[in-house]
């Protein structure tokens, strides 16, 4: 071979190692989204290699799953049993997660480019949606929905019959027997109308009812599906802005199963503009509450006769929220509930069970020092947790009917209740203006703080691993973990460069 | 292809000696005892894993070089050089590599021609080695040292010896100077890379190279 062959053989060698191009992904953005809070995991999608990433925060494992495309939209399942991600080839994939990790994500391609999500209950099925003026590109049909069955895989779009308005929310009930069948209803709530479906029907004509007459030019909002049992049948109770009334919505005893059964509409008399509603079954049958506002007026409605009650409530009321406990009369245990109003400085707890017959009576108020707002029951307890104008963390505590304000230091931010209900977590900002995790045990009201190292951005609760994930919001992943029990410093763990890890054992 | 930012890293050092030992040709009535080399070049990084610093899988490095002939044929030398490279990753995270490395080593070496000198080399290395990631507001960044051995094969040509320009010195005076190039070989243990409580991996840096200077012996 001649020295000039060897000479090119060389810088040919040598041309060929400088021209090797690194993987593509590599100069993508990692342009992560999450985290999301599973229950076992706190979880982040990745689009430059797309994946998603799981962190599990009681052993600090990091872990990848591999997606099909970049997500373009991440939808986390309320209670955290896995990841809806809408990738840029325009398919839904169903990413189950449970204690061991993510499993087979189930893909359901799709055509329209949905920006809104409502899932059932038990996780079962989903209905993909348009939120509100989000619908964009060319020419976009708000009315497209996708019906998912995220066991199966199988996904069903569908345009729904519209009357001008587009879908304001979506809301599934839990499977039960309706109308002699199985069946998942489902409620697309549009100005003036909502669209009735069954979900273990999903190719079946929607059913329409209109909340108005024809002529009726009044904005009337559906905002609200409360679920009730009246005499044995399934009763749905829709709460509207801009309507005086109750709309009660029951079903004929059958219906062939692959129709939605046509349902009877009843109008209730619910007060002036009710703004939460509240179905129980009390001690005088199902009765219907409702919290007006406007009238600081709660209605008892008899949803048999539509007879309505209305009760001073001696303040401002917009919530409600039920609890259960001894009835004032002695006679065991029954339905209360804390009323009361974002930003209102009173709370009102109510005797559920005696209202409609002892009516102011029935009310206990309760002022506090300041309008509270965010509040948040206590899982398994009667209790409740809020914030209030002076930046305090408010302990209610229905049974002793008392209010114990925690004071934070500079601002309080975030705010998380553990699924036990035995403990508050906050993001602090005190007075040295670091940050801080605190942790508040509910029984004695004693604080416990751990300083984190830069602003959380969010605190993640997981309580499938038993612990508490602040977000610093850093590029490739940047947490503290720490556990669901007293903190201190020493139990802060930091993990930087999570969405990193393993990147060089390419 | 963005370029690589690179750097060269050259300096200079040491003395030594020799006994005066068997002469190995017609031209060496008085053989050269000490040798200085400056050099720099590339280093090709095997492990896929560098595709994270950098877009190209090199490296620029320099080192400089001093040896001492034990015998006219047989040296010993010490050099200390330093890579680096600079890039992006994911479009926004800025990388960083670098290293010094100080490599002790016994090189043979042969005249083909009184002012061209054949070479091959082999020896142990220690090399300190920073590997970092910035986004501009936060930083991972590990250092560690690392053992490994080396070897190089290179050709000197010495246009300015006393075999071609006469008169410069006795012509029988091994004094030359000139242009060196060397292939080289490196095998380094691999950093395990941990920074913010993450295990980022493992990153072989080893690969082989190519070097090319100046050198001086008298």
Excluded at chain 1, 99 to 114: C, I, N, S
Aim: glycine share 12%.
């Amino acid at each position: 071979m001649s020295p000039r062959v060897v000479v090119c053989l060389a810088l040919l060698g040598l041309a060929g190692l400088t021209a090797c191009d690194r993987p593509a992904d590599l100069d993508r953005p990692l342009d992560a989204q999450g985290p999301f809070a599973l229950s076992h995991h706190v979880a982040w999608t990745l689009a430059a290699d797309p994946a998603v990433a799981l962190l599990q925060p009681a052993t600090g494992r990091v872990t990848f799953a591999a997606l099909s495309a970049a997500p373009r939209r991440v939808f986390p399942e309320p209670a955290g049993r896995g990841l809806l991600v809408i990738g840029t080839d325009g398919a839904a994939s169903w990413i189950p997660a449970d204690e061991r990790g993510v499993g087979q994500a189930v893909r359901m391609p799709l055509t329209g480019d949905y920006t809104a999500v409502a899932f059932g209950p038990d996780a079962g099925r989903a209905v993909l949606y348009h939120a509100p003026g989000s619908s964009g590109g060319v020419l976009s049909n708000p009315n497209q929905i996708a019906i998912l069955d995220l066991g199966g895989g199988a996904a069903i779009e569908r345009s729904l019959r519209s009357f001008g308005g587009e879908p304001l929310g979506v809301v599934l009930g839990p499977p039960q027997a309706v109308a002699g069948a199985d069946r998942q209803m489902a409620w697309v709530l549009a100005e003036r109308y909502l669209s009735v479906l069954d979900l273990a029907a999903p190719t079946a004509r929607e059913v329409v009812v209109h909340l108005t007459l024809a002529e009726d030019t009044r904005s009337i909002r559906p905002a609200q599906v409360v679920f009730g049992e009246v005499e044995g049948a399934a009763t749905f109770f829709v709460r509207a802005e801009g309507s005086d009334d109750l709309f009660a919505l029951t079903f004929p005893d059958d219906a062939p199963a692959d129709e939605v059964p046509r349902p009877y509409l009843t109008q209730l008399p619910a007060g002036a503009g009710p703004s939460d509603v509240l179905a129980l079954q009390v001690a005088d049958g199902m009765r219907v509450f409702t919290a007006d506002p406007g009238s600081a007026t709660l209605s008892v409605i008899d949803p048999v006769t539509g007879r309505r009650v209305g009760v001073d409530a001696g303040a401002r009321v917009s919530h409600l929220l039920p609890f259960r406990a001894q009835r004032a009369d002695g006679e065991g245990e029954g339905w209360s509930a804390l009323a009361w109003d974002d930003h209102g400085d009173t709370v009102v707890f109510v005797d559920l069970d005696l209202l409609e017959r002892r009516r102011g009576r029935a009310l206990t108020p309760l002022v506090l020092g300041a309008g509270v707002y965010d509040l948040q029951p206590l899982p398994g307890r009667r209790g409740a947790v809020a914030r209030d104008a002076r930046n305090c963390l408010l302990l209610l505590d229905f049974d002793a009917r008392t209010a114990t304000p925690l004071q934070a230091g500079r601002s309080l931010g975030a705010v998380r209740v553990d699924p036990g209900g035995d403990r508050i977590y906050a993001t602090v900002v005190g007075d040295d203006s670091a940050d801080y995790a605190v942790s508040v045990d509910v029984d004695t009201a004693r604080v416990t703080a751990a300083r984190l190292p830069a602003s959380p951005g969010r605190l993640l609760l997981v309580p499938g691993a038993g612990r508490l994930v602040a977000d610093h919001q850093a590029a490739w992943g940047w947490v503290s973990v720490l556990p669901l029990t007293d903190l201190d410093d020493d139990r802060v763990q930091v993990r930087e460069g999570l969405l990193l890890q393993g990147a060089f054992d390419r | 292809m963005k370029c690589p930012l690179s750097i060269f890293v050259f300096a200079a050092l040491s003395v030594s000696t020799v006994a005066p030992g068997a002469l190995a040709g017609p031209w060496d009535d008085d053989p050269a005892r000490v040798h200085v080399a400056l050099r720099s070049g590339m280093r090709f990084v095997e492990d896929a894993g560098f595709d994270v610093i950098s877009e190209a899988p090199f490296h620029a490095m320099g080192q400089v070089e001093v040896s001492a002939g034990l015998t006219p044929s047989w040296w010993l030398g010490l050099s200390f050089g330093g890579g680096a490279v600079m890039d992006t990753v994911h479009d926004d995270i800025d990388t960083r590599f670098a290293s010094q490395t100080l490599q002790l080593y016994g090189e043979y070496r042969h005249h083909l021609l009184p002012a061209l000198v054949a070479f091959g080399r082999l020896g142990p290395e220690v090399s300190w080695t920073t590997v970092s990631l910035d986004t501009g507001t936060r930083t991972l960044e590990q250092d560690d040292w690392t053992l490994g051995v080396h070897a190089a094969l290179g050709l000197e040509f010495l246009p300015v010896h006393g075999s071609i320009i006469q008169g410069l010195r006795d012509p029988g005076d091994d004094f030359g100077f000139g242009v060196t190039v060397a292939a080289t070989y490196e095998r380094l243990l691999p950093l395990d890379l941990t920074a913010g409580g993450t295990t980022l991996g493992r990153l072989d840096p080893s690969g082989p190279g190519w070097l090319l200077g100046m050198a001086l012996q008298f």
